[in-house]
């Protein structure tokens, strides 16, 4: 079972960059990483995903840790509308997501 | 796009009803999902299937049976609805390695 350990809530200053934290010792060599995140009232939305090499897309960029033990995702300038529970999940058949990490965005 | 519809937004029941959670997903997905959501205790999978027919457990199935005779088409069931099951329902889709899409999500009261 790919447990995920993440911080239960960080905070950040609008503007300015944030790396989100997780890490996943157990995983296995072929799963991907995933991170998703969820705004209020709302279903999870997908953010990133990756296998070994870091990635960057429109929302965010995915640092993976040479032995893929951990993941930083990382949100190059937060705004307010980035406030959420973020989540870091191995892909698997079952998909279990961990309690993630809430971010609080600071005007 | 991926479109993953649950059958209602908000839906009312008493204690004791048979209750269905209807999901459709629209990109011929193997694998779907049901999760419920409560306040401070995050996402839990209830089942899940990756293929029609076939399903598996996840970390709280008590209470709950499911059905996918269809690919598109993931059913949750409440065999007798009681008030603990009052919650958020989310269905989710997804192929492979590929993001999960969920839907808006069913917000369930049992009375």
């Known amino acids: 079972d790919a447990k995920t350990t993440q911080p239960n809530s960080m905070e950040s200053n609008e503007e300015e960059p944030v790396h989100l934290p997780c890490n996943h010792s157990?995983?296995?060599?072929?799963?991907?990483i995933h991170w998703y995140r969820q705004l209020p009232s709302q279903g999870p939305e997908y953010v990133i995903h990756?296998?070994?090499s870091n990635v960057n897309n429109r929302m965010a960029s995915l640092a993976i840790a040479e032995d893929r033990k951990s993941s930083t995702l990382i949100l190059h300038r937060a705004t307010l509308r980035d406030a959420a529970v973020y989540y870091c999940?191995?892909?698997?058949?079952?998909?279990?997501f961990g309690a993630g990490t809430r971010l609080t965005v600071k005007p | 796009d991926v479109k993953v519809t649950q059958s209602s937004r908000y839906l009312v029941k008493r204690t004791g009803e048979k209750v269905f959670l209807e999901c459709v997903q629209d990109?011929?997905?193997?694998?779907m999902f049901w999760y419920r959501q409560d306040p401070g205790l995050g996402l839990r999978l209830i089942y899940f299937?990756?293929?029609?027919?076939?399903?598996e457990k996840g970390d709280i199935p008590e209470g709950y049976s499911v059905s996918r005779e269809k690919k598109e088409r993931f059913s949750l069931i409440l065999e007798s609805a009681s008030t603990n099951q009052t919650s958020m329902y989310l269905c989710?889709?997804?192929?492979?390695?590929?993001?999960?899409?969920f839907g808006d999500g069913t917000r369930l009261s049992i009375l």
């Open positions: 299937s990756y293929d029609v027919k076939m399903k």
């Open positions: 990109m011929d997905h193997e694998n």
């Open positions: 989710a889709s997804k192929e492979g390695n590929q993001p999960q899409h």
């Open positions: 990756g296998l070994t």
């Open positions: 999940i191995p892909v698997r058949n079952d998909m279990r």
């Open positions: 157990t995983i296995s060599g072929t799963d991907y």
